[in-house]
């Protein structure tokens, strides 16, 4: 994508092969010529739209700039231009919006603006690189709804680039897969997923969670190895080291696209063979390790919470002598986690999940309530926490990258928890170290490493690694996966739940992405603005009867296959400021089965069901039962899957 917008840099360069654009060469044009043709003809939306804003400029202003510098318009003209392209892109109320800057607007609204910005001139071609990878699932969803009407409306080519296969299912016509630098297989996005033909497609489909499937039904099929370095690739086909259909002639011989029919491509010399029923990654490095079908033990919680809340203070109302608001981020919460079993905390950003692990874990101090760790009261901050209840409490981070220090080896990272909560001698912390590693499916020598020498998996596998350093009994985990691609975040769900069951360890398991979700929890807590407004087991949780949030949460899932359909239904507005929560229902704002102003005046009831799901809303259970499941399978996707349509 860089290469075709002309941004490879000082240190890129077209080596070979033309870029043809409406049939002129690119690579050809000067610099002037690839300037007029940037973001008028060609545009590109960025993965994070906080680094492609000016932040000193109102959004408004940066929209009229790209439409000065490529159309003759006046300054009227321009202005009426700016207030259409927001409204083009679903903006409310543009008016006030092009005064606002970058600070004032939500991550989705951004990503929006930079849509709108591309957008400015009528493109021919318009480049999405990772638009929805920072954004939370409902967000995401209004997002690829607005590419799949662009597609329609605005009549450009669109390429976008992702490696979420659930999103890459929802907006594509046709895929493209790369790996090492080469397009590996090519087709239309219903064939890719149902008939691949080359090892590499097989593998990332393997890696990712099935509709329906739950870390007991089976383990995840995670890719072997690692990509190669640009600089040092393989002699033959550049997948080679790590496909199970290698032979010899991969080694030696480096193969071509073949056609597989009019529309279909793919770069393997066995590309018959491939077939996601026989598929070899079944027996790769780890999946056998994984246990299955572990049952939770009986007995009382090992943390439970009740009536917590969080509260910082806010702005002052007024300039001198104002009250001070009270910014409500957790308001009342009871929640309960037993041995052994992973509870996953659900919702948008901004909803409270991982501010109620923070309490938890002791790195912020609750407002009021009680929580109980173990059968005993939990001393709210860590540092006054005994290291008996320190080393058995621990939290993986999101990202690894910042809190791994880059001044200290791998294995000095990993002694350190060892030294300040076990009694163990220096030789017996070395030894330790290196069980940790490798129970983590690190080499020993990763010991001697610094961070910046590892991959975004293996830094987050040294993560969780640390956490497990003192064998601790609860683990908080903060979105641990979010940032990996889906061969290496299949092999960390895999770690994950092959050390619950050698160890038997409780996770408390944030996130927003549903699919794996729905893999890897026991139960699921969806917290909105503060509040739990859902709890049960996942079997429950993602299928009727919902929470209308819950309802518009699995509604926004990108389900990784095109023949899959689920039911559109997308919350309007953002959440409220939790300085100015509403009364009454906490979603009945933005609630799509909102039934009038009881929802509006009195906290809503809860419906209490047998097997221990609770949901708190003003709608009837019996009316909650009666709605249709949000995701079921077509009989296309049935039949590829061979599994009941009702899966």
């Known amino acids: 994508a860089y290469a075709v917008m002309d941004y490879l840099g000082r240190s890129g360069r077209i080596a070979d092969g033309t870029i043809l654009f409406q049939g002129e060469n690119l690579g050809g044009l000067a610099p002037r010529e690839l300037r007029r043709l940037r973001g008028s003809r060609i545009s590109m939306v960025y993965q994070d739209p906080q680094t492609s804003l000016t932040p000193s400029i109102p959004v408004g202003a ?144 393997g890696s990712v969670p099935r509709l329906g499937s739950s870390k007991n039904d089976a383990p995840l099929r995670p890719i072997p190895g690692r990509i190669p370095s640009p600089a040092n690739l393989p002699r033959g086909c550049v997948f080679a080291p790590r496909c199970p259909y290698a032979t010899e002639r991969c080694t030696e011989s480096h193969p071509d696209l073949f056609q597989v029919d009019q529309a279909h ?104 309530g009680r929580i109980e760790f173990e059968g005993r009261p939990l001393v709210s901050r860590v540092e006054r926490r005994p290291r008996r209840i320190r080393r058995r409490l621990q939290m993986v981070f999101q990202n690894p990258e910042s809190s791994l220090n880059p001044r200290r080896t791998i294995g000095s990272a990993l002694e350190r928890p060892l030294q300040m909560m076990t009694d163990l001698s220096k030789p017996e912390r070395r030894a330790r170290v290196s069980e940790l590693l490798s129970m983590v499916n690190l080499d020993a020598r990763y010991a001697e490493r610094y961070p910046r020498q590892l991959s975004g998996g293996e830094k987050q596998r040294v993560g969780i690694a640390r956490a497990f350093a003192a064998d601790p009994s609860l683990v908080i985990c903060d979105e641990p996966v979010s940032a990996l691609d889906v061969s290496v975040q299949a092999a960390i769900l895999n770690l994950f739940h092959r050390l619950q069951v050698e160890k038997g360890t409780t996770y408390i398991f944030v996130a927003h992405d549903l699919s794996v979700v729905r893999y890897l929890a026991d139960r699921i807590a969806v917290i909105y603005l503060g509040h739990i407004v859902e709890v049960g087991t996942a079997e429950d949780v993602f299928a009727p009867p919902y929470h209308p949030y819950t309802e ?57 069901m047998g097997d221990g799901q609770r949901i708190w809303c003003h709608i009837p259970l019996e009316e909650l039962k009666q709605l249709p499941p949000i995701i079921h399978a077509t009989e296309q996707a049935t039949m590829a899957s061979g599994e009941p349509a009702d899966s």
Not at 148 to 172: F, M, P, Q, T
Not at 558 to 584: C, F, H, S, W, Y
């Open 265 to 368: 491509a793919s770069r393997c010399f066995y590309w018959q063979d491939i077939d996601k029923r026989t598929s070899r990654f079944a027996d790769t490095e780890g999946v056998a390790e994984v246990a299955s079908g572990a049952s939770l033990p009986d007995g009382g919680p090992i943390i439970e919470l009740e009536h917590v809340t969080k509260h910082y203070p806010g702005r002052r109302t007024a300039m001198f002598g104002g009250s001070r608001q009270v910014v409500k981020a957790i308001d009342g919460v009871d929640l309960a986690a037993t041995p052994g079993e992973t509870l996953a905390l659900v919702g948008e950003s901004g909803c409270g999940k991982t501010t109620l692990s923070r309490v938890i874990v002791g790195l912020a101090e609750p407002t009021s």
């Open 552 to 608: 518009a949460l699995l509604s926004a899932i990108p389900v990784p296959d095109p023949d899959i359909k689920q039911a559109a239904i997308r919350l309007e507005g953002v959440m409220p400021n939790p300085a100015n929560p509403p009364t009454g229902c906490p979603f009945h704002t933005r609630c799509p089965r909102k039934i009038g102003r009881i929802c509006e005046e009195q906290v809503p009831p809860v419906h209490a």
């Open 62 to 205: 940066q929209i009229e700039e790209v439409l000065a510098t490529h159309l003759q318009l006046s300054g009227q003209a321009r202005r009426q231009r700016v207030l259409d392209l927001l409204g083009m892109v679903n903006l409310p109320h543009p008016e006030g919006l092009v005064q606002r800057y970058p600070h004032q607007l939500s991550g989705g609204q951004k990503q929006r603006i930079l849509i709108a910005m591309s957008l400015a001139c009528d493109p021919d071609l318009l480049i999405l690189d990772e638009p929805t990878t920072g954004l939370d699932v409902t967000t995401e969803a209004l997002i690829l709804d607005l590419v799949n009407e662009l597609k329609d409306r605005v009549n450009a080519a669109i390429i976008y680039i992702s490696h979420n296969l659930g999103v890459i299912a929802r907006v594509c016509d046709r895929v493209a897969v790369m790996y090492a630098g080469e397009l590996v297989e090519t087709a239309d996005v219903r064939t890719l997923f149902n008939a691949p033909r080359h090892p590499y497609t097989l593998g990332l489909l």
